[in-house]
């Protein structure tokens, strides 16, 4: 497999919530979207975005309540809504298959990539430390994918010492979060974030291209039992 394959993987067990759209013809090939249920430990659910080929599914009934297993990568671009350009993240799917049996882990993410922005550190109100960071994931035809990540607790304080430009690999899940934004004095709006919750994380040396690893790195959610992490 191409190292720019290596770099970013993710796989997800869940159910198929929407219907199929189709969304670009790209040399000959139709791309459909929907949209993935993945359940937590806890009650919550992670509602993510997928994008796949119609190649990968033309011997394949899926509807809604399908539950399915996928492989692929995290990827990004830019739309332009409302005025605006956003970040979309996407789930491009290389492999699917229908779910007889659900594992003990069913949302794994793997990501090597650059800090593209200096991390943010804060607490939150409730005393949690929490680090934001923008990784720059390298793929094919000189592109990139750029992915909102959010470190816990120790992982957080690693990250303060971190760089644009460092090299870091993480190890988590890719979840959603609901959040209201104020538009005006009497009305907010609720919009839908996507990131990867960290679990694990290490620096890559430069020089010899070894990992040094936070070894005391905590759990992105404390109710997260033990994950077997791609690599």
Known sequence: MDNLMLNNKIYLEGEVISELQFSHEMYGEG??????EVPRLSSTKDKLFVTISERLISEMEIKVG?????????????????GANRLILTVFVRNIAFCEEKSRNPNQIFLDGFICKQPIYRTTPFGREISDMLLAVNRSYNKSDYIPTIAWGRNSRFC????VGDN???????????????I???????????????????????????????????????????EKQIS
């Open 31 to 36: 791309f459909y979207t929907f949209y993935f």
């Open 66 to 82: 399908s539950q399915l297993i996928v492989e692929g990568q995290l990827r990004s671009y830019n739309k332009f809504i409302n």
């Open 160 to 163: 303060k010492n971190l760089e």
């Open 184 to 226: 005006s004095d009497t009305e907010v709006m609720k919009k839908m974030a996507y990131e990867v919750s960290i679990s694990k994380m290490e620096k890559v040396n430069k020089e010899s291209d070894d990992p040094k690893t936070d070894e005391t790195c905590e759990k992105a959610d404390g109710k997260n039992q033990d």
């Open 168 to 182: 870091i690999r993480v190890w988590g899940r890719l979840q959603s979060r609901e959040y209201q934004k104020r």
